[in-house]
């Protein structure tokens, strides 16, 4: 699959220093060029927040963090670069003159996508020299965690460009969506812009305050859009006779005297005031920076939600995320199963905030998550992977057993240790531990039996040769440990 080798930013604020996470924790190496004093803080930041979202979103394997380098000039930066990446302030004439930088000093073949969110290409793309590859990749804020980039050609973009374009930005789990024509502000600017002009004369006329307009948003269309989008959720709305019903039935809504779309509020100092002191009452509370982690839960929470959707195989930025999690665990490496006489460690853990109960202490699931991840670690490092299923045959969980024994809190450092019981690879008995990594307390132990199935014979069948082979050494290595305490217990059983 195309793929970018090395990136390079210009610019670093909100959006280009989450477009260097996204690209860093996508495994890429990444120039950054921002003259910001402390430029290395902010994206630092930035950074951090991203790590700690993709923590939450996935267990997929993610590859080794790609190196960010700060660099002193835009020379410098896009040295080596085949993906750069504009984001300076929003004025036509600065990002016109760094784009033409960008253009004399990289790779005549690299690509070069501006950050802009309403700037046309044609007018970026004037004074260079090889405009064929320059295009907008305009992204949307969080750039790691929102997976969508509208590609929007100039008069001089080539079409081999944006396809390459929307090709390199898939194996890091976001999608390209390739504009038929360039238009001011694109698609989803104005789209925003509408909704935000219509708000802003809710405001100042009175109708409700800057709380009542979001709880609006966000406990209503807001979560069908987040699914399906506007089209789709009125296909819906027009019943079993679809589309066409539905513009029949609320298409003359359009010609009533609603909306002031077409009338542009005055921003006066007035009205400038009633919205900020509205939104600091609203918001006010939280810092930026906690603001920004409380909406990477809230999006990574969606997206999770949505990748179990329509019967497991996902719908909207869920699917994407199950499609980017497959690439990750194709292209991770393939552990080795080396057969030792001692318990083998399958998994290393943080307790995350999404994990904890009311009392910051990690709720009851996320023990039993713990083994069956460190069950399904077990499983790849023994070859069963995504090929393995994809040909019919899998281990399923058909008991387990968790004894919770101490606290495990937020922030915490986990990992699970596991001794392979006797079996005949049919059947494959684990005991695990999980213990805080600090200082190796036992936190709780499961008792795991899994069967191995063929999914086309829709019965138990003993695993194929390859996994045996690989499963055996591990079983006789395990042999001689003695029986861990607690293994065959049963709920409520006394100690001693």
């Not at 949307?140 to 969508?148: F, G, I, R």
């Not at 100092?269 to 009633?274: A, F, H, S, Y």
């Not at 199963?337 to 202490?361: C, F, R, T």
């Not at 968790?402 to 596991?418: F, S, T």
Request: hydrophobic share 40%; proline share 5%.
């Amino acid at each position: 699959m195309t793929k970018i080798n090395k990136a390079a930013c210009i610019g670093g604020g909100v959006i280009g220093g989450a477009w260097a996470a996204r690209f860093v924790l996508a495994g890429i190496d990444t120039n950054m060029f921002d003259p910001h004093p402390e430029a290395q803080r902010i994206i630092g930041e930035v950074m951090a927040n991203a790590e700690r979202a993709y923590a939450m979103l996935t267990m997929a394997p993610l590859p080794p963090k790609g190196k960010l380098t700060f660099c002193k000039t835009i020379e410098e930066a896009v040295d080596g670069a085949d993906w750069i990446q504009e984001s300076v302030p929003e004025r036509i004439e600065l990002k016109r003159n760094v784009i033409t930088q960008i253009d004399a000093a990289a790779d005549p073949k690299a690509l070069i996508g501006s950050s802009t969110s309403g700037i046309m290409p044609t007018e970026l793309q004037r004074d260079m020299k090889h405009p064929e590859r320059m295009f907008v990749a305009h992204p949307y804020n969080p750039v790691y965690l929102l997976p969508l980039a509208e590609l929007v050609g100039g008069e001089k973009t080539s079409k081999a460009t944006l396809e390459e374009a929307k090709a390199k930005l898939a194996p890091i789990g976001m999608k390209g969506v390739i504009l038929k024509k360039e238009i001011e502000a694109f698609v989803g600017d104005r789209l925003l812009e509408a909704v935000w002009r219509e708000g802003l004369w809710l405001i100042k006329d009175d109708i409700c305050d800057t709380e009542t307009l979001d709880d609006v948003i966000r406990y209503s269309f807001g979560m069908r859009w987040a699914q399906m989008g506007m089209f789709e959720t009125y296909r819906i709305a027009g019943g079993e006779a679809g589309m066409r019903h539905f513009i029949a039935q609320f298409g003359p809504c359009l010609s009533w005297p609603w909306t002031k779309l077409m009338d542009v509020v005055d921003l006066t100092d007035e009205l400038v005031d009633k919205i900020a002191s509205q939104s600091d009452a609203q918001s006010g509370a939280y810092g930026f920076r906690e603001l920004e982690r409380i909406r990477d839960e809230n999006l990574v929470g969606i997206m999770q939600t949505l990748k179990g959707s329509n019967g497991g195989q996902g719908w909207g930025a869920g699917k994407l995320l199950s499609e980017f999690e497959e690439h990750l665990w194709k292209n991770a490496p393939k552990p080795e199963a080396k057969a030792s006489n001692e318990p083998i460690k399958l998994l290393d853990a943080k307790v995350h905030p999404s994990w904890v109960d009311y009392n910051g202490h990690m709720t009851e699931h996320r023990y039993s998550q713990c083994f069956a991840d460190s069950a399904d670690a077990l499983l790849r490092l023994i070859g069963v992977d995504m090929d393995y299923v994809a040909e019919g045959h899998s281990y399923y969980t058909v008991e387990n057993h968790v004894r919770m024994l101490d606290e495990a809190k937020l922030g915490e450092a986990l990992y699970v240790k596991a001794q392979i019981l006797p079996g005949d690879g049919k059947k494959l008995h684990t005991f695990m531990w999980l213990y805080r990594a600090s200082d190796d307390m036992l936190l709780a132990t499961g008792e795991h039996l899994m069967l191995h199935v063929s999914s086309k014979e829709g019965k138990s069948v003993p695993p194929l040769a390859a996994v045996l082979a690989k499963l055996q050494p591990l079983i006789d290595a395990h042999a001689g440990l003695a029986l861990p305490e607690g293994a065959g217990r049963h709920v409520g059983q006394k100690k001693g």
